[in-house]
């Protein structure tokens, strides 16, 4: 090694969110030497800010469900291989609704996602009561999945970072990845803050930062943006399913494939800062997804607001916070006299089509724009490991990059 090598290996992973993570132990279980590379620390980015949910009900009949369902999966297999060192929850996912029109799509929806092999069905208000006592009083019932799920997202990354260590993965941490290393063509390695890792493949796993990459000439067709959340203390209320309101439908497309599917019959998110008339407002929008799970502590994740986009600004904005409160104050009034304790944004990443890109780019390869990336990551982890052993893999085809549904706002990408 030289004196300005940090360490080397047969491939280096960058970033230890849930998809390095997930990438840098498939390839292990081949037999691969690798590196991980953080800038900060694992879960530092979008992977250790989220609540966990794994929800297969909004994912479009096709390959993004069967994705969904083989990265549920993948926590049944680590849960074997770990222990029971992380908690993963099957007590399905609860879509409410507030008016008679929004049920009638959902009817739709049903029908699609069963069909799709899926364990979902309408239920009354009353039964709703039963998945979750928080449901608000607005809501006249909902959609129950029975195979929706959670995890606590953080012991997941702690664990699996702690595993891969174990299985002699080297990780670096405070190690922020400067660019990659080549010789004529053929890429080498990177080049880091703390010096270069050599390798024959080196695996972007670089989550909304990899925007970045289009310094390095690998023009990444993601969007990125920043999605708030807010924590408060354990309530004395059990909420077993997870769930999420009509409000949601227009961050996750789950509806955008039912030939029913009326935009208008859904509330616009944070409607009443939208509506404001001057031109600040345009500027001020915050979206919002309308999801709320408990974690087993017993504390609410409310969430999640959507803004910043383009931006690689982690801080949540006093817009997103208001957002949040408003909704909460509005819909879930019995949370109101809990303490908030915790408060934040995470960077996010979105494709045009709802699917990740799993790839080879220029010489390096690329494990991106998972914006569901609970559910994805474990899957395109062994996907991406796939690939790159030479491996045959169901679904590395629908994820290549050049795929035709990828588009991108070229707005936002300049
Ligand atoms: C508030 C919030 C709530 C969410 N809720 C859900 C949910 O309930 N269900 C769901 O499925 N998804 C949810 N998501 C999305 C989910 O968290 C992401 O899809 C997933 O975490 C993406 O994982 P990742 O590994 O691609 O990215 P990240 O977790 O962001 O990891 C990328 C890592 O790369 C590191 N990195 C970047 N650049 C460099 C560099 N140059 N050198 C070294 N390291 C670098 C970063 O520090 C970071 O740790 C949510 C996201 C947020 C923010």
Not at 296 to 311: A, E, P, V
Not at 339 to 351: D, N, R
Not at 375 to 390: D, K, L, N, T
């Given at each position: ?33 690798v ?125 699996l ?32 803050v ?28 993601i ?39 009326d ?62 409160v ?17 408060l ?59 795929r035709?549904?990828l ?8």
């Amino acid at each position: 090694m030289g004196a300005d090598t940090l360490a080397t290996g047969d491939i280096v992973v960058v970033g230890a969110g849930i998809v390095g993570l997930c990438t840098a132990w498939e390839l292990r279980k081949r037999g691969f030497d690798v590196v991980v590379v953080e800038q900060r620390f694992p879960g530092y980015g979008a992977s250790g800010r989220n609540a966990g949910a794994i929800w297969l009900q909004t994912r479009r009949a096709g390959t993004e469900l069967a994705l969904a369902k083989a990265g549920n999966e993948k926590y049944k297999e680590f849960l074997r291989e770990f222990g029971d060192v992380f908690d993963y929850r099957n007590q399905g996912g609860l879509f409410f609704f507030e008016n008679d029109e929004q049920g009638r799509i959902l009817e739709d929806y049903v029908s699609d996602r069963r069909a799709a092999g899926l364990d979902i069905t309408m239920i009354s208000r009353e039964e709703a009561l039963k998945q979750s006592s928080i449901l608000p009083d607005t809501a006249i019932g909902a959609v129950f999945c029975a195979d929706d799920a959670q995890i606590d997202g953080v012991q997941f990354v702690n664990a699996l970072a702690a595993a891969c260590v174990r299985a002699g993965i080297r990780k670096f941490e405070n190690t922020s990845v400067l660019s990659t290393l080549r010789q004529g063509d053929t890429v080498i390695g990177v080049r880091s803050v703390r010096g270069e890792i050599h390798a024959s493949g080196v695996v972007w796993a670089t989550g909304a930062w990899s925007t970045n990459l289009r310094a390095e000439g690998i023009d990444v067709p993601i969007e990125t943006a920043r999605v708030g959340q807010m924590l408060t203390q354990p309530v004395d209320t059990r909420a077993n399913a997870i769930m999420h309101g009509p409000r949601g439908v227009y961050g996750c497309g789950a509806l955008t494939d039912l030939q029913t599917y009326d935009p208008t019959i859904f509330a616009i998110p944070n409607g009443a800062m939208l509506a404001r008339p001057d031109a600040a407002a345009a500027t001020l929008s915050v979206g919002y997804d309308d999801s709320i799970a408990q974690n087993r502590g017993g504390s609410m994740f409310i969430g999640n607001s959507l803004d910043g986009r383009g931006s690689l600004n982690p801080h949540i904005s006093i817009n997103a916070t208001n957002a949040m409160v408003s909704t909460t104050l509005d819909r879930y009034q019995s949370l109101a006299d809990y303490g908030v304790t915790g408060l934040w944004a995470g960077l996010g990443s979105e494709t045009s089509d709802h699917l990740p890109i799993v790839d080879r780019a220029d010489g390096s390869y690329i494990n991106v724009g998972h914006a569901w990336g609970v559910a994805s990551g474990p899957i395109c982890g062994q996907v991406m490991a796939e690939v790159i052993a030479g491996e045959d893999s169901g679904f590395a085809g629908a994820l290549k990059m050049n795929r035709q549904t990828l588009t991108i706002d070229t707005d936002q990408s300049s």
